[in-house]
């Protein structure tokens, strides 16, 4: 999604915020995520807030936030808390408490790792109430999968990021903590580390070596390995459909890494 810049904005959108929050001394533009057309830290006297947003008619992005804004009460132990929730000039902006951070290493040897593992045993215990708008994995798939009826193997009530590149996951002082929750979803636990693993592999593991990093989670070591090597075909066969030709360095990259994994999978038989 397009960035914009907070000058941008219609001014009724700003003026809410200012409502909001009182005056911003300073308005801060960051780059890193895709799925927000804003995304700026606003300096104010009482300190920082992280605020992102989209345009109401973008109805995937908008229900995204929704979703964020309804699950962030509940998942506050591995991620900023929200501060703010506005609808106002034809958008909707989500405020949250800034972190001091950075992005996590991925890499080989990081030693942000062990916080990462952390932080997927802390969403392994969180709960979501049934009324919260949180999609059902398996029907996510359902218009990809080249073999439907297998779906509901990946089916569950455990709560999913779905979405852990490095870019959501910052590095604090009090461990990682996970943002950017507007997929969240409820399916298989095994769902969280297999996708720690292809972005692992992204970002220059190994596929043995990926999955040897989240080996000592009880999600991943209790999971069915056929399971395992459902879900990972159907991320190698659907990725590569969905981004056959893909814009975005990192998009091609987690595609590689999926197609890795799979192969790796099939190989060990």
């Not at 927000?36 to 006297?45: D, N």
Request: charged share 25%; proline share 6%; aromatic share 8%.
């Amino acid at each position: 999604m397009d960035r914009i810049e907070w000058e941008s904005l219609p001014a009724d959108t700003r003026d809410a915020v200012q409502d909001e929050l009182g005056p911003s001394v300073k308005i801060e533009q960051i780059g890193e995520g895709r799925r927000s057309a804003l995304a700026v830290v606003a300096h104010l006297a009482a300190g920082r807030v992280f605020l992102k947003g989209a345009p109401l008619e973008n109805e995937r992005a908008a229900a995204q936030l929704a979703r964020e804004a309804a699950v962030n009460p509940h998942v506050q132990a591995v991620t900023p808390a929200l501060v703010c929730d506005l609808q106002a000039g034809g958008w909707r902006l989500l405020g949250f408490e800034h972190v001091d951070g950075r992005r996590v290493d991925y890499t080989p040897g990081s030693r942000d790792l062990p916080a990462v593992l952390d932080a997927l045993v802390a969403v392994d215990g969180l709960k979501v109430p049934a009324d919260v708008d949180v999609q059902w994995f398996e029907g996510r798939w359902s218009d990809y999968a080249v073999v439907p009826e297998r779906l509901p193997r990946i089916a569950g009530t455990a709560l999913l990021h779905t979405d852990l590149n490095a870019g959501n996951a910052l590095m604090t002082g009090a461990g990682a903590r996970l943002v950017d929750w507007g997929m969240a979803s409820r399916g298989a636990p095994l769902v969280n580390p297999a996708d720690l693993v292809v972005n692992l592999i992204a970002c220059g593991h190994t596929p043995k070596d990926a999955e040897a990093v989240v080996y000592g989670l009880a999600a991943w070591r209790e999971a069915d390995p056929e399971v395992v090597d459902y879900y990972a075909r159907l991320l190698a066969t659907t990725w590569l459909e969905a981004f056959w030709t893909p814009a975005h360095p990192w998009a091609r990259a987690v595609v590689d890494a999926a197609v890795r994994w799979a192969m790796y999978r099939r190989d060990r038989h």
